[in-house]
């Protein structure tokens, strides 16, 4: 891989860092506030709102200028955001603004790829981005975990600076602060994203224009026979992976005792195993096979179900591994096969744009039912098997359907170099 590769990813790792370690910051700032529980789901819907309204826009943006100026743009809004929060705006709202920046830098995060790598790369570099990424959400989540915890915070407290009255006095904040940090070392990276050489045209400033524009690209994945099974596989698990991190809270806490803190942990073992997955994925799956792992969706549905058996943590931390490595097999060769579809069809930013729209809607929906079953008291156990089940038969239903497409004529062709 070059080298600016690795700058990518640097970026990329410190601001997803920061977000995760901001969500845990912001459940912690709710539950100071004594806010009902169905409001903790809340945060992770503002935060992807974003992705959904913005989303005929910001790939436009992303296709206009420099892959790295976008990046750099996006996380100044997720630290104005940030900042936000730790002058007291209420989560939602604050946590809602970072989402902002992170659905504008999303295309240009994985947009870079098609530009700056050859395709026999792809598989790889998504690999070692999800691989990353799934890192940051563990260190991420971890540092978000001990920050808040009444240790570490109690220690950052007592810190004080001669002469200067920070108002900072609560777990939370502390927390925050430093997670700002975090955003800004990001921000450092962006600067230095290589220009990948490719002429970026201005954007329309027709709105109009631009959803039509944005429907017509819409239209143009859902219909291409890979690239429809591929955006129905990663739209399934990004809903999925996001309730199943609420689930995951939740579930600790009445299965295991844990609190806020300690839940953090298992949510961290949980994305291990899907970087140790994805990881698997980069070294054996070549992408014109990409379609062979589906039936490890169906796997995974169907395991998550037997977390409603564990009482011990040992248990505990077994299953959450399984269900993160087979997550992690499954989606980094089809988010690779749809970054090559979609490149192919409409360019790297409006793909990733129609990616990250119906992905994220998915988190909206699945976040709002999540939600709705909290606020009318159902057991964590029964939402938890209403979710395997949901998550096993829809990736049936996606399986059926690439079935189907190979019956009436032949797919697009995906190349068959074995450079990966």
Not at 89 to 107: K, N, T
Not at 124 to 130: F, K, M, S, T
Not at 342 to 357: D, E, K, R, T, Y
Request: charged content about 10%; aromatic content about 10%; hydrophobic content about 55%.
């Amino acid at each position: 891989m070059p080298f600016g590769f690795f700058i990518i990813m640097a970026a990329q790792f410190f601001s997803s860092l920061a977000d995760n370690a901001l969500l845990v910051a912001a459940i912690a700032t709710l539950v100071m506030l004594d806010s009902p529980a169905w409001l903790t789901p809340m945060l992770k819907l503002f935060f992807t709102i974003s992705y959904v309204v913005l989303a005929p826009f910001v790939g436009a943006f992303a296709d206009a200028l420099p892959k790295g100026k976008v990046m750099f743009i996006s996380n100044t809004i997720k630290v104005v955001g940030c900042s936000m929060m730790l002058f007291g705006v209420h989560p939602l709202i604050a946590y809602g603004v970072v989402g902002l920046g992170a659905a504008a830098y999303s295309p240009a995060k994985y947009g870079i790829l098609t530009e700056y790598l050859p395709h026999h790369k792809l598989v790889v570099a998504n690999g070692w981005i999800e691989g990353l990424t799934v890192g940051s959400i563990i260190l991420g989540t971890l540092l978000g975990g001990a920050l808040i915890s009444e240790k570490v915070s109690s220690t950052l407290l007592t810190i004080d600076i001669p002469h200067f009255e920070t108002g900072i006095d609560t777990a939370p904040e502390i927390a925050i602060t430093l997670i700002i940090a975090f955003y800004i070392i990001a921000a450092v990276f962006n600067l230095y994203v290589p220009n990948t050489g490719v002429d970026h045209k201005p954007a329309h400033k027709n709105p109009v224009y631009l959803v039509t524009d944005f429907v017509h690209c819409l239209r143009l994945l859902w219909s291409d026979k890979l690239g429809q099974i591929s955006l129905a596989t990663t739209t399934l698990f990004w809903g999925a992976g996001a309730t199943l991190q609420f689930i995951v809270l939740k579930w600790a806490e009445v299965a295991l005792g844990y609190t806020l803190s300690q839940s953090t942990v298992m949510q961290g073992i949980t994305a291990v195993g899907i970087a140790a997955g994805a990881i698997l994925a980069a070294r054996i799956v070549p992408l014109h096979r990409a379609v062979n792992v589906l039936p490890v969706g169906i796997a995974m549905g169907l395991i998550t179900i037997s977390m409603i058996f564990v009482r011990d943590v040992y248990s505990a931390m077994l299953i959450m591994t399984v269900i993160g490595a087979l997550a992690g097999f499954f989606v980094v060769p089809m988010n690779a096969l749809l970054q090559h579809r979609g490149h192919i069809l409409m360019g790297a930013g409006h793909s990733i744009a129609v990616q990250n729209f119906n992905e994220n809607l998915s988190i909206l929906t699945m976040l709002g039912v999540y939600s709705l079953l909290i606020k009318f008291n159902f057991s964590i156990y029964t939402v938890i098997v209403l979710f395997g089940l949901f998550v096993a038969v829809s990736m049936t239903l996606v399986r059926e359907r690439h079935n189907e497409n190979l019956r009436t004529g032949p797919l697009p062709h995906i190349p068959s170099d074995q450079k990966h």
